[in-house]
């Protein structure tokens, strides 16, 4: 009896794992990264690259997740046991990762000097020669892949799920449902944000702008989500609806005129 | 006099409008072209199309929805308070 109410727990859990925007991580601290997921991310960039986005190249980056919270400076550390290697931070605010032997055996950690939950991280994934204020989709859906390996999500905290956390969590599989709540956050403040395909247009509805706050006002008190001061830079892309290729442009249009 | 009664009650039923059809209510792209960008005030789109939706950023602009049957327009207001931009999809 224990046994079967254990399955039907799990299979209720996973089930409504699969429904929800919940994106779980499991995170001493959310301003810390594991440097194996990280790894791995870029490992997962590397295999799905010819598909997706064949001339991008994969960056991280940092995003101030406060209105106060300057970045200027900000310095990064690859940290375990034994080593302490500092990473290289362009002041776009992104860089690069390489594998490094001792810092996985020892579960190494990349650690800003940065307070927690003053910042958040996201893969960035570009393809050179893009227009101003232009995304490709196929970047995008690489970079929600990337993202979901690395854990450079939302920071839901471990236990969250309980045990099953390791079981759902970071899943790139997220990524190919229609309409994923992977949030994306713009260079500013966005108004509109339409696909083209040729000569097809389609504005994104509004509840695919600001983590959907149109629908539901709430959704920004969410204490676990790193959207809070990027709520106004932050959009949803229908990453798995295979109408739209992979070139298929994503433009945005800014509020203000600082485009 | 009857026949003067009669022609008095079949004179007013010939010059009694037939009852008019309720007015098509305006669609939201209609409503819009009463507004002005750059002038419209957030009282000038409420007294236009009524309560939105709002979301509010922490930066003073507002954006608020109206949702027809199958249309959304989406207003833009500037920190001041002025309608700033307009979409609808």
């Known amino acids: 009896?224990?046994?079967?109410?254990?399955?039907?727990?799990?299979?209720?859990?996973?089930?409504?794992?699969?429904?929800?925007?919940?994106?779980?991580?499991?995170?001493?601290?959310?301003?810390?990264?594991?440097?194996?997921?990280?790894?791995?991310?870029?490992?997962?960039?590397?295999?799905?690259?010819?598909?997706?986005a064949p001339a991008a190249a994969l960056r991280f980056k940092l995003i101030a997740r406060k209105p106060d919270t300057s970045l200027k400076g900000v310095e990064l550390k690859v940290e375990a046991d034994s080593i302490a290697i500092p990473l290289k931070v362009a002041p776009d605010r992104t860089f690069t990762?390489?594998?490094?032997?001792?810092?996985?055996?020892?579960?190494?950690?990349?650690?800003?000097?940065?307070?927690?939950?003053?910042?958040?991280?996201?893969?960035?994934?570009?393809?050179?020669?893009?227009?101003?204020?232009?995304?490709?989709?196929?970047?995008?859906?690489?970079e929600c892949e990337v993202?979901?390996?690395?854990?450079?999500?939302?920071?839901?905290?471990?236990?969250?799920?309980?045990?099953?956390?390791?079981?759902?969590?970071?899943r790139p599989e997220y990524c190919h449902r229609a309409e994923p709540r992977y949030l994306f956050f713009a260079e500013h403040p966005v108004f509109s944000v339409t696909l083209v395909d040729g000569a097809r247009r389609e504005v994104l509805p509004v509840d695919m702008l600001y983590g959907g706050a149109a629908r539901d006002p709430k959704w920004k008190q969410d204490r676990y989500c790193d959207c809070e001061a990027l709520f106004d830079r932050a959009y949803f892309v229908p990453l798995g609806d295979t109408s739209w290729p992979d070139d298929t442009r994503v433009e945005i249009e800014y509020m203000g005129p600082n485009s | 006099m009857r026949l003067?009664?009669?022609?008095?009650?079949?004179?007013?039923?010939?010059?009694?409008?037939?009852?008019?059809?309720?007015?098509?209510?305006?669609?939201?792209?209609?409503?819009?072209?009463?507004?002005?960008?750059?002038?419209?005030?957030?009282?000038?789109?409420?007294?236009?199309?009524?309560?939105?939706?709002?979301?509010?950023?922490?930066?003073?602009?507002?954006?608020?929805?109206y949702r027809g049957q199958s249309e959304e327009l989406v207003l833009l207001f500037e920190p001041a308070g002025i309608l700033s931009k307009t979409r609808v999809r």
């Open chain 1, 1 to 52: 009896m224990r046994v079967f109410a254990l399955v039907l727990l799990a299979f209720c859990t996973i089930a409504r794992a699969q429904d929800d925007a919940v994106v779980v991580t499991a995170l001493r601290d959310p301003v810390k990264k594991s440097y194996k997921k990280m790894v791995d991310g870029a490992a997962l960039f590397e295999q799905r690259r010819s598909e997706l």
């Open chain 1, 97 to 142: 990762i390489e594998r490094n032997r001792t810092a996985l055996r020892e579960n190494a950690e990349v650690t800003p000097n940065r307070k927690a939950g003053s910042m958040t991280w996201r893969a960035d994934v570009r393809t050179p020669g893009l227009p101003p204020q232009t995304r490709r989709l196929g970047d995008l859906r690489l």
């Open chain 1, 147 to 170: 993202g979901m390996k690395a854990g450079l999500i939302s920071n839901y905290p471990q236990g969250f799920l309980g045990w099953l956390d390791g079981l759902i969590g970071q």
């Open chain 2, 4 to 65: 003067a009664v009669a022609a008095f009650v079949l004179l007013v039923g010939c010059t009694t409008p037939p009852p008019s059809k309720p007015a098509a209510k305006p669609s939201l792209v209609e409503m819009l072209s009463s507004l002005t960008v750059g002038k419209s005030t957030k009282s000038d789109v409420r007294a236009a199309l009524g309560e939105g939706t709002v979301v509010d950023f922490a930066s003073g602009f507002e954006v608020w929805v």
